[in-house]
Structures are given as structure tokens and as C-alpha cells.
């Protein structure tokens, strides 16, 4: 059974950090991509970034390019989200999630994930 269970989240004032881990179960973790969405209250959920499982770089959605940073850790099955100079409009609940379904080599961003976590919410406050 797949299990992503995230971690991390809190409460983090205007231009602080916070670190949200991924922990994964239930299949080859380094076989797959593996991404971070989130969903603010009333708005759709999003990509924010993702990384393939071998070659390509990261992907990070442009409002939080430069800010954000992902990492994979084949070795604990975890994928970490580290957010620095937050925002208020960060605020969101944070999903990580993986695509288990045939993707091109080096690719994660623009396809459909198949399984997602419980979601862990991140709030920054102004």
C-alpha cells in the first residue's frame, strides 16, 4: 500500500522557514517522480515543485522559484520541501505526492499524480 505521510508544517511569520518532509512507503521510491502541491482556502490545488527520479532538474512553480528548494533522499525514502523567505501568500495545506504511471525520463512537472498525502498546512502570518 502507497503511504506519503508530510510533516513540517506550522505557523512561521512573514519571511521566516520551514522544512516539510515526505515520508514514503508502499514502493520503489526512487523509481518514480515526486512532487509538492498545495491548496489555499478556496482556490485549486497547485504544483508547486518536483523532482524526476534520476536526470532533469527541479521543478519549481515561478511564485516560489528562488525561495524554495526540493530534495529526495533515496536512501530514508523522503522527499523535503525547505521554504525560506515566506509569505503570506504561502499559506496553504502542502500535499507531496508521486506519479507511479509510465513519465519520460528526467520529467515531473505538467503530469498527473496518482497518489497524494494527508496534507500538512503551512501559515504564515504578516
Known amino acids: 500500500e502507497v503511504q506519503l505521510v508530510e510533516s513540517g508544517g506550522g505557523l512561521v511569520q512573514v519571511g521566516g522557514s520551514l522544512r516539510l518532509s515526505c515520508a514514503a512507503s508502499g514502493f520503489t521510491f526512487d523509481a518514480y517522480p515526486i512532487g509538492w502541491f498545495r491548496q489555499a482556502p478556496g482556490k485549486e490545488r497547485a504544483g508547486v515543485s518536483c523532482?524526476?527520479?534520476?536526470?532533469?532538474?527541479?521543478y519549481y512553480a515561478s511564485s516560489v522559484k528562488g525561495r524554495f528548494s526540493i530534495s529526495r533522499d533515496n536512501t530514508k525514502n523522503t522527499v523535503y520541501l525547505q521554504m525560506d523567505s515566506l509569505r503570506p501568500e504561502d499559506t496553504a495545506v502542502y500535499f507531496c505526492?508521486?506519479?507511479?504511471?509510465?513519465?519520460?525520463?528526467?520529467?515531473?512537472?505538467?503530469?498527473?499524480?496518482?497518489?497524494y498525502g494527508q496534507g500538512t498546512q503551512v501559515t504564515v502570518s504578516s
Open positions: 523532482i524526476s527520479s534520476g536526470e532533469g532538474s527541479p
Open positions: 505526492a508521486i506519479r507511479t504511471l509510465p513519465t519520460e525520463r528526467g520529467q515531473c512537472a505538467t503530469v498527473p499524480y496518482n497518489y
